[in-house]
């Protein structure tokens, strides 16, 4: 069936350095591509998407594109922060399919970034 | 433009006791899913409403029901309550297919987190 792997966590960086998480996806279609994020003690935001092959989405200096070719969607950073320091998923959804609301999720990757 | 509010952020039950959760979605979203979460099995999807009908439903058991409002708001409810019930469940709302711009994501509330003892 439909699934989203990521990678295992947790990922510790420094500041500045640069980030990638990767995420892979199997899908029969061409799902759209989310990546959320949640906060200690919060729920989830979205932080970019993607709904087509070679979509870049963007936000807050967070960026990954929609590979067709490869099923994937890594997010990247160049420069983080500690105040990146949270749980980043990585969803899918066949949206218009009648699967509206129901996102595959991949397990989450924790993210701690130290000074 | 107010987000999605969930009601209430933190609750205690005891085994057998049931539980009913609150969920507003952003103002104009039409669909209300809901979604578990727990340290084990990560986020896993329990149902999804549109036009007060459950349009898509997860893999659990029949203790877990909800429902829409006509005004779009939501509840579940959890019935004779289990240790493994303990969880953070969220709550999000979205724009139904054809709507606006929508493309598919939802926009989560904070979550209602439910112990259990």
């Known amino acids: 069936g439909d699934s989203v792997t990521q990678m295992e966590g947790p990922v510790t960086l420094s500041e500045e350095a640069f980030l990638t998480i990767n995420c892979t996806y199997t899908a029969t279609g061409y799902p759209s591509l989310f990546w959320y994020v949640q906060y200690p003690g919060e729920g989830l935001q979205l932080l970019l998407k993607a709904t087509k092959a070679d979509d870049k989405g963007s936000n ?8 067709k070719e490869t099923t994937s969607f890594h997010l990247e950073k160049g420069s983080v922060q500690v105040s990146d320091s949270a749980v980043y998923f990585c969803a899918q959804v066949f949206h218009g399919s009648g699967n509206t609301g129901k996102l595959i999720f991949g397990q989450g990757t924790t993210l701690q970034v130290k000074p | 433009k107010a987000g999605v509010t969930q009601t209430p952020r933190y609750l205690i039950k005891t085994r057998g006791q049931q539980v009913t959760l609150s969920c507003s979605p952003i103002s104009g979203h039409r669909s209300v899913s809901w979604y578990q979460q727990t340290p084990g099995q990560g ?4 149902f999804e409403y549109f036009s007060e009908t459950q349009r898509n439903k997860g893999n659990f058991p029949g203790r877990f029901s909800g429902r829409q409002f006509s005004n779009s708001r939501s509840e579940m409810n959890v019935s004779t309550l289990e240790l493994g019930d303990s969880a953070l469940y969220l709550c999000a709302s979205s724009l139904v297919p054809g709507q606006g711009t929508s493309t598919g994501e939802l926009f989560f509330g904070e979550g209602s987190r439910l112990t259990v003892l």
């Open chain 2, 43 to 46: 986020l896993q999807f329990l």
């Open chain 1, 60 to 67: 807050k200096g967070f960026e990954a594109t929609y590979r």
